[in-house]
């Protein structure tokens, strides 16, 4: 399908309000709230496909609400924020029983988490960094059809749960470089709209390490995935898919090491 020739416009108040508040030299908190609109793209409005009518897509309207605190206890910088985030008309695409796509306005999502964040100087020359997510992406009122209804289900490819930890060590026989061992966790999430099937965890290692021989040159290397793990950048499950499983998998790279050089002029 496409549509006939036709011209669509948009406009939409955006107010954002936020504050800063500092308890103590070493501590301040912070509180935000947006609202905010996207348009929908270019292919969305007049590829239709499918679907019926794309080009009476409505733009998506957010309310967005963020409360946290920063500080510094030591030798630790830390930070801690709590979010929820509430999308009206949020622009989805279902997927049919015979595989096509049809793209359109859903009533609600809903978007809640926590995010922690800590920098650690453990020695003069060690340090540790820890990032931690925890969310829930949910279909808050999402009904396609008649016959189908994903309101109350968490949106697909949308883990709960992120870790990125990092050791960083940067003694003076590296000559102003440093190595960086990484430690990156992703959750288990759903692979379907309907909540069916999941993708599991998987954890991955990274180790990077530079050393200046100059000011204007040095050599780097970094080897991602140090201990081969099989795992899958993306995940999706569709009734529609091809063999008798259903699944589709983006494989991630194996173990890979990276050598090079950098001149500055």
């Given at each position: 399908r496409?549509?006939?020739?036709?011209?669509?416009?948009?406009?939409?108040?955006?107010?954002?309000?936020?504050?800063?508040?500092?308890?103590?030299p070493?501590?301040?908190?912070?509180?935000?709230?947006?609202?905010?609109?996207?348009?929908?793209?270019a292919?969305?409005?007049f590829?239709?496909?499918?679907?019926?009518n794309?080009v009476d897509?409505?733009?998506?309207?957010?309310?967005s609400?963020?409360?946290?605190?920063?500080?510094?206890?030591?030798?630790?910088?830390?930070?801690?924020?709590?979010?929820?985030?509430?999308?009206?008309?949020?622009?989805l695409?279902?997927?049919?029983?015979?595989?096509?796509?049809?793209t359109?306005?859903?009533g609600?999502?809903?978007?809640r988490?926590?995010?922690?964040?800590?920098?650690?100087?453990?020695?003069?020359?060690?340090?540790?960094g820890?990032?931690?997510?925890?969310?829930?992406?949910?279909?808050?009122?999402?009904?396609?059809?008649?016959?189908?209804?994903?309101s109350?289900?968490?949106?697909?490819s949308?883990?709960?749960?992120?870790?990125?930890?990092r050791?960083?060590?940067?003694?003076?026989?590296?000559n102003?470089?440093?190595?960086?061992?990484?430690w990156?966790?992703?959750?288990?999430?759903?692979?379907?709209?309907?909540?069916?099937h999941?993708?599991?965890d998987?954890?991955?290692?990274?180790?990077?390490i530079?050393y200046?021989?100059?000011?204007?040159?040095?050599?780097?290397g970094?080897?991602?995935?140090?201990?081969?793990?099989r795992?899958a950048?993306?995940?999706?499950y569709?009734?529609?898919?091809?063999?008798?499983?259903?699944?589709?998998?983006?494989?991630?790279?194996?173990r890979?090491?990276?050598?090079?050089?950098?001149?500055?002029?």
């Amino acid at each position: 399908r496409r549509p006939a020739d036709t011209r669509v416009d948009f406009d939409h108040l955006s107010p954002k309000l936020g504050a800063t508040y500092a308890f103590s030299p070493t501590l301040n908190g912070f509180a935000s709230y947006r609202h905010g609109f996207r348009v929908p793209s270019a292919s969305q409005l007049f590829r239709q496909g499918k679907s019926s009518n794309t080009v009476d897509l409505d733009a998506i309207k957010v309310d967005s609400y963020e409360v946290g605190l920063r500080g510094k206890a030591g030798n630790i910088n830390y930070e801690a924020s709590l979010y929820y985030m509430s999308k009206d008309d949020d622009i989805l695409t279902f997927r049919e029983a015979d595989g096509s796509r049809t793209t359109m306005n859903a009533g609600e999502t809903l978007h809640r988490g926590i995010e922690l964040g800590a920098e650690i100087a453990l020695t003069s020359e060690l340090e540790l960094g820890i990032s931690y997510a925890y969310a829930k992406h949910a279909y808050e009122n999402w009904q396609p059809n008649t016959t189908t209804n994903f309101s109350g289900n968490e949106m697909e490819s949308a883990p709960r749960q992120i870790i990125n930890t990092r050791l960083n060590y940067h003694p003076a026989i590296l000559n102003g470089g440093r190595a960086e061992l990484e430690w990156v966790s992703l959750g288990s999430y759903w692979m379907d709209q309907g909540n069916s099937h999941r993708y599991d965890d998987h954890d991955l290692l990274n180790l990077r390490i530079n050393y200046p021989l100059a000011d204007s040159l040095q050599i780097y290397g970094r080897i991602t995935n140090l201990s081969d793990e099989r795992y899958a950048t993306a995940a999706s499950y569709s009734p529609a898919g091809f063999g008798p499983e259903k699944f589709e998998f983006a494989p991630g790279q194996q173990r890979t090491f990276y050598l090079g050089v950098d001149y500055t002029f």
